[in-house]
Each structure stands twice: as C-alpha cells, then as structure tokens.
C-alpha cells in the first residue's frame, strides 16, 4: 500500500498568523515544529492501519522546505523542495492508493478561514468549465464576493462534474482524483473541514480548529490534535476503498483572473493561452484536467514575477 501525505500549513492546530508561516518572521521555527509533529501523527495513524505502507511526505507550504527532515517519522521518505511536477502532490502517481492533505487552508474569498487563499494572491479566479453528457457544466475556482450557479447532475452524469467553487483542496484533489487516487483524509479548520466535506463526503476530516478570522482561531491543544489526527488517519486508511476519487473529465475550458496587467502580459506568451474580453481574464482549453492543473500552476508561477 503506498500513501501520499500532503503537508500545508496554514491548517496546521495552534497556527493563525502569517509570522508562524512565513521564514522571515520571528515565530516561523515554532510554525515548522508544530507542522513536523502534526505530519508525524499522520504517518504514525497509516502505519497504524497498514504497517508495511511506503509512505510520502510531500512539503506542501511555500517553499515546500519547511518540514524539519530530522525530526519527522524515519519511517516515511520526504519529498522537499521546488520547483517540481505536481507542485503539493509530488509524489503522486496512479500507484497511489490514498491521499491525505494536513494543514489545509478554505480557499480565498470564503471564511472565515484562517490565512485563507489559493495558491497565492496573485490568482483571484478560476473558472474551468467541464463537459458532461448532456450539458455544458462550470466548476469554478475561489470566486470571491460571487455566487456559484450549481447545476445538479442528470441522470447517468458523473456528480463530480457539477459546478463547483475549487480552492486548492479542489484543485489538488481534482489532481489526485485524475490519476485514480482517493483523498481519504483532510484536516485544518472547520472551514477547509467543510469545504473538503462538500467536495468529498466520504472523506475523514478532522477539525483542529475553529477559524475566528483571517488571523484568528480557537485551537486544539497541539498533543489533542495529533492524538485525533493518529486515529482519524487509520480510519481514513482503512476504509480507503470506499472513499471515491475526486474527478473531472475533459475537455475542460479554463479562465483565470489574474491581479497584475505584467501577469497577463506574460501568460499570452503560453501557446494556448490567450486574452478574453476581461480586463483580468486569460483562457485556455485543456483536454484533461492534468494539462488544466499543470496550466494553472505555470499562471500562479508567472504571476510571481515582477516587472524588470
């Protein structure tokens, strides 16, 4: 049995500020520990449930080195550093058999959710739009301050594609579901608990805490929520085979808005990727959801850069 467990931290029990997050602020190191012990108890509960699992741990938080190596479970292999295929489910192949997502974040524009985004903020929508058997289909990415026009599945249409709101929760577990892999398990706040819900009712969640705002939450004693995070991913392993994988089939037509007009400048330059009519807006078409996902991690990329 091989699992994936993707390691993010804004979810992480006992974290509400960015200076926890972010290595240039002073309680960055107490943020990386408390991660670490939280992705311990989580490789702990799957060798649990299955005692010979090859184990991943994908860093999954801004530079994805944040995990301190020498302190996590010797017996999980880690996979650090960027940039690399899958970006948060590095790791990741049709051989998986589970995903697990610790420390997840809701996505931007709901809430309230502790340090809630998606991806960075430099992306304020996605809009990927899905063909189903007998109707067009919109499945829409963190859409801040708008209302989702959810269509219900007819009869002999897959549910998993209906319009939704997809942060990275969605996103990544759209991913997984691509390749076949179930995500079993998610925990952060009641928030990101229900959105992940939402997406995937059968999913194990576990709330470590409960989002007051932005920068505000009342948590689990740390020890509490590795003890509950140990237990919820033996569960979660266990009945993996009952767990449906998330996804989306294509063709997929894809919208992106974007903050900065250099950003927009610089994705035209993608073949494939051109202007709509929005100020904001690129487009593209995509004939799987891989190709959409890869695409979409080269726009949150570019949109890192700054004019010269």
Same mark, same amino acid.
């Given at each position: 049995m *091989?699992?994936?467990? +993707?390691?993010?931290?804004? /979810?992480? +029990?006992?974290?509400?500020? +960015?200076?926890?997050?972010? $290595? !240039?602020? &002073?309680? &960055?190191?107490?943020g990386r520990e408390l991660m670490t012990a939280e992705a311990n108890a989580v490789i702990a509960g799957v060798l649990d449930a299955e005692p010979t699992a090859d184990v991943l741990v994908a860093d999954a938080h801004g530079t994805f080195r944040n995990l301190l190596p020498e302190q996590l479970d010797r017996r999980a292999r880690l996979v650090r550093g960027k940039p690399r295929a899958l970006?948060?489910? @590095?790791? =990741?192949? !049709? !051989?998986?058999d589970a995903a697990l997502f610790v420390g997840y974040?809701?996505?931007?524009? !709901?809430? $309230?959710?502790?340090?809630?985004?998606?991806?960075? /903020?430099e992306i304020l929508d996605v809009r990927v739009t899905g063909r189903g058997p007998d109707e067009d289909v919109r499945i829409t990415a963190h859409t801040p301050g708008k209302d989702v026009q959810v269509t219900a599945p007819k009869p002999g249409e897959d549910p998993c594609t209906t319009a939704r709101s997809l942060g990275e929760i969605g996103l990544n577990a759209a991913m997984a579901g691509h390749l076949g892999v %179930?995500?079993?398990?998610?925990?952060?706040?009641?928030? @990101?608990?229900?959105?992940? @819900?939402? =997406?995937? %009712?059968?999913?194990?969640?576990? %709330?470590? *805490?409960?989002a007051l705002g932005m920068a505000a939450a009342v948590t689990l004693h740390p020890e509490e929520a590795r003890d509950r995070l140990r237990r919820a991913a033996a569960d979660a392993v266990s009945r993996r085979a009952e767990i449906p994988p998330l996804a989306l089939t294509g063709p997929l037509d894809v919208e992106v808005d974007l903050a900065s007009p250099h950003t927009i400048d610089l994705a035209t330059l993608v073949p494939?990727? +051109?202007?709509?009519?929005?100020?904001?807006?690129?487009?593209?078409?995509? $004939?799987? &959801?891989?190709?959409? &996902?890869?695409?979409? =991690?080269?726009?949150?990329? =570019?949109?890192?850069?700054? %004019?010269?």
């Open positions: *091989k699992a994936l467990i +993707s390691v993010d931290m804004e /979810g992480i +029990s006992g974290i509400v500020h +960015s200076s926890e997050t972010n $290595p !240039e602020r &002073y309680d &960055y190191q107490r970006n948060m489910l @590095a790791g =990741l192949d !049709e !051989e998986t974040h809701v996505r931007a524009g !709901e809430g $309230p959710g502790v340090l809630a985004h998606t991806m960075n /903020g %179930p995500v079993v398990l998610l925990s952060g706040d009641d928030a @990101a608990c229900a959105e992940a @819900a939402d =997406l995937i %009712p059968q999913a194990v969640t576990v %709330p470590v *805490k409960e494939g990727v +051109s202007r709509t009519a929005g100020a904001r807006t690129v487009a593209f078409t995509a $004939p799987d &959801y891989g190709t959409a &996902y890869r695409l979409i =991690l080269l726009l949150a990329q =570019l949109a890192t850069i700054r %004019p010269a």
